[in-house]
């Protein structure tokens, strides 16, 4: 990955790389290596970046590879089975939770904890080659209002938190994997309910509640998602100032 456009200081990489952290996990350190009921990943740093054991692919995007090089890309000494690992190392949940008093599994959260900022850094740079992969994936008529809000938002301040959020939280909305009845809840999705007018960061805040409001209501009744939009609208409460 390159360096990315966005202008992001180490202090504001900082304090939206704990934002997050706490969004995901309440900021706690055992929380940097999850690894969720029903779920066939592993959730690992402050943005639950997901990392598919050997033959398991889901519907949803992996992308604690691309953090590993990337971490390695900026000099982090990683421990050598992490370097080398080509798949997770944990089959499923069971040995997953089996293992999380291991040394292994503590050098990991040792990694974790101390690469805050460049893990934000990285979201960053996840979010920066989302606007193009959108803008592809959108109908051509949209295509010049998502970009114009995602500028407007990006540029309001606070603006690059929210956007960096959403992105590592629900996806850049792109995937045919992630809808419901055709209706999907990522980035693209977001911007593209934004109107146009008022404070941009509430703007984005709105259109996302509505996003993930719509979601819990078209998810199959088997999946309970009615359980997590408590959680998900009071994340989203903490995007506009």
């Given at each position: 990955?390159?360096?990315?456009a966005l202008?992001?200081?180490?202090a504001?990489a900082d304090?939206?790389?704990?934002?997050?952290?706490?969004n995901?996990c309440?900021?706690t350190r055992d929380?940097?290596?999850?690894?969720?009921?029903?779920?066939?990943?592993?959730?690992?740093?402050i943005?639950?970046?997901i990392w598919y054991?050997?033959?398991?692919?889901?519907?949803?995007?992996?992308?604690f590879?691309?953090l590993?090089d990337y971490?390695?890309?900026?000099?982090t000494?990683l421990?050598g089975?992490?370097?080398?690992?080509?798949?997770?190392?944990?089959?499923?949940r069971a040995?997953f939770m089996?293992?999380?008093?291991?040394?292994?599994?503590?050098?990991?959260?040792?990694?974790?904890?101390?690469?805050?900022?460049?893990q934000?850094r990285?979201?960053?740079?996840?979010?920066?080659?989302?606007?193009?992969?959108m803008?592809?994936?959108?109908p051509s008529?949209?295509?010049?209002?998502i970009?114009?809000?995602f500028q407007r938002?990006a540029a309001?301040?606070g603006?690059?938190?929210?956007?960096?959020?959403?992105?590592n939280?629900?996806?850049?909305?792109?995937?045919?994997?992630e809808?419901y009845d055709?209706e999907?809840?990522?980035?693209?999705?977001v911007?593209a309910?934004?109107?146009?007018?008022g404070?941009?960061?509430?703007?984005?805040?709105r259109?996302?509640?509505?996003v993930l409001?719509?979601?819990v209501?078209?998810?199959?009744?088997?999946?309970?998602e009615?359980?997590w939009?408590?959680?998900?609208?009071n994340?989203?409460s903490?995007y506009?100032?």
């Amino acid at each position: 990955m390159a360096q990315s456009a966005l202008r992001i200081s180490q202090a504001e990489a900082d304090r939206i790389g704990r934002q997050i952290w706490r969004n995901e996990c309440a900021g706690t350190r055992d929380g940097l290596t999850s690894w969720n009921r029903g779920e066939d990943f592993a959730s690992l740093g402050i943005g639950h970046f997901i990392w598919y054991p050997a033959g398991r692919r889901g519907s949803f995007k992996e992308s604690f590879p691309a953090l590993r090089d990337y971490l390695q890309s900026q000099g982090t000494k990683l421990p050598g089975w992490l370097a080398d690992a080509k798949t997770c190392p944990w089959p499923d949940r069971a040995a997953f939770m089996a293992d999380f008093r291991s040394p292994r599994m503590e050098e990991l959260r040792s990694l974790l904890a101390s690469t805050v900022g460049l893990q934000a850094r990285f979201a960053a740079l996840r979010l920066e080659a989302a606007l193009p992969e959108m803008l592809a994936a959108a109908p051509s008529r949209d295509r010049a209002k998502i970009r114009d809000n995602f500028q407007r938002v990006a540029a309001a301040p606070g603006g690059l938190y929210p956007l960096m959020d959403y992105v590592n939280f629900k996806g850049e909305g792109t995937l045919p994997s992630e809808r419901y009845d055709g209706e999907g809840w990522g980035l693209l999705q977001v911007l593209a309910g934004m109107s146009g007018s008022g404070a941009p960061t509430s703007e984005f805040a709105r259109s996302a509640d509505r996003v993930l409001t719509r979601r819990v209501e078209l998810s199959p009744p088997s999946r309970g998602e009615q359980r997590w939009l408590p959680g998900w609208l009071n994340r989203i409460s903490t995007y506009a100032p």
